[in-house]
């Protein structure tokens, strides 16, 4: 890993460890990055999101096809706020609620956490999402 790289995923640790610092999505993509050691690629992270993973679901079940509305819990029915930051600024704007839906949507879909590589993916797309 490059000095910037390590540098950069020093910084995503520090801000997991302080859950009241806000953060943007672009910090949190560039910390995924780097612990990911690659560029992030929303096309994957488009693929990957719509795409039934090692469970029953996928992450469009419950955020929709293009995350840019409410969307609704798969089975439970709860309402789930927009995904896409340009809509739901709050989205991606706390470290560590984003590791805690990461780690349990992640779960759900896949039955497993998501590596770095796929976090950075998912949230480029995201970023790219306009209402």
């Known amino acids: 890993m490059t000095h910037s790289r390590s540098l950069a995923a020093a910084a ?74 340009a809509v739901n600024p709050q989205r991606f704007s706390d470290p560590a609620k984003a590791e805690k839906w990461f780690r349990r949507n992640c779960n759900d879909v896949l039955g497993r956490e998501c590596t770095p590589g796929e976090k950075a993916d998912v949230l480029a797309w995201l970023m790219g999402l306009k209402p």
């Open 12 to 85: 995503f640790a520090a801000l997991l460890c302080l859950p009241s610092l806000a953060a943007t999505p672009a910090e949190l993509l560039a910390g995924y990055a780097a612990q990911a050691g690659a560029a992030a690629s929303p096309a994957k992270g488009e693929r990957f999101f719509q795409a039934t993973q090692g469970k029953e679901w996928s992450c469009a079940s419950c955020h929709g096809t293009l995350p840019v509305q409410p969307g609704k819990h798969a089975a439970t029915g709860k309402p789930i706020g927009a995904l896409a930051p």
